[in-house]
């Protein structure tokens, strides 16, 4: 069974850093494009970053770039999401997705929620 | 551009049909796909490529697309299908992805 779990969410002031986690099991993490996307509250969901599956293209949203920096560690099926600089509006539920070949988000973990906030 | 427009919401009888439409200049040359997201949950993919609906999607949920618009239907809608429902393709660089707008789907 295809399982994403993301960690790392919580309350950071303004101007602070946090980075999430998603740990991937079920299937060949190292053979898949990860994703994360973001989803503020009560509003629609946003696409954040994307990382093939050996590091060799790495895409941010225009929103992020320059703060946000994806990465990915195969050998311990994981990827991660460095967020420096965090703004308000950064505030959201954070998800990490995997990619198929379709380039469709084929499955989802459940997320974890980032608080920006003095 | 690189937005991906829907009607914000839309309501169906129960057992009839619903159709939700995707526009953007994306979609000329990119497929989308959609997905279902109920309340305090993860989004679901249910339509991806020309039309694929992955293990366990109901075969009510049927894809199509036509110039610059993708269409979502649903056909003999359930009252589990009441959800937002949001587009996405690749955007005309081919290396970034744009979401819909959703539509919120009632189910009377």
């Known amino acids: 069974e295809v399982q994403l779990v993301e960690s790392g969410g919580g309350l950071v002031k303004p101007g602070g850093s946090l980075r999430l986690s998603c740990a991937a099991s079920g299937f060949a993490f190292s053979t898949y494009t990860m994703n994360w996307v973001r989803q503020a509250p009560g509003k629609g969901l946003e696409w954040v970053s994307s990382?093939?599956?050996?590091?060799?293209?790495?895409y941010s949203a225009d929103s992020v770039k320059g703060r946000f920096t994806i990465s990915r560690d195969n050998a311990k099926d994981s990827l991660y999401l460095q967020m420096n600089s965090l703004r308000v509006e950064d505030t959201a539920v954070y998800y990490c997705?995997?990619?198929?070949?379709?380039?469709?988000?084929?499955?989802w973990g459940q997320g974890t929620l980032v608080t920006v906030s003095s | 551009s690189s937005e991906l427009t829907q009607d914000p919401a839309v309501s169906v009888a129960l057992g009839q049909t619903v159709r939700i439409t995707c526009q953007g200049d994306?979609?000329?040359?990119?497929?989308a796909s959609w997905y279902q997201q109920k309340p305090g949950q993860a989004p679901v993919l249910v339509i991806s490529g020309k039309n694929n609906r992955p293990s366990g999607i109901p075969d009510r949920f049927s894809g199509s697309n036509s110039g610059n618009t993708a269409s979502l239907t649903i056909a003999g809608a359930q009252a589990e299908d009441e959800a937002d429902y949001y587009c996405n393709s690749r955007d005309s660089s081919g290396n970034h992805y744009v979401f819909g707008t959703g539509t919120k789907v009632t189910v009377l």
């Open positions: 997705a995997r990619e198929d070949l379709a380039g469709a988000f084929d499955f």
């Open positions: 994306s979609l000329r040359s990119n497929y």
């Open positions: 990382i093939t599956s050996r590091s060799s293209y790495i």
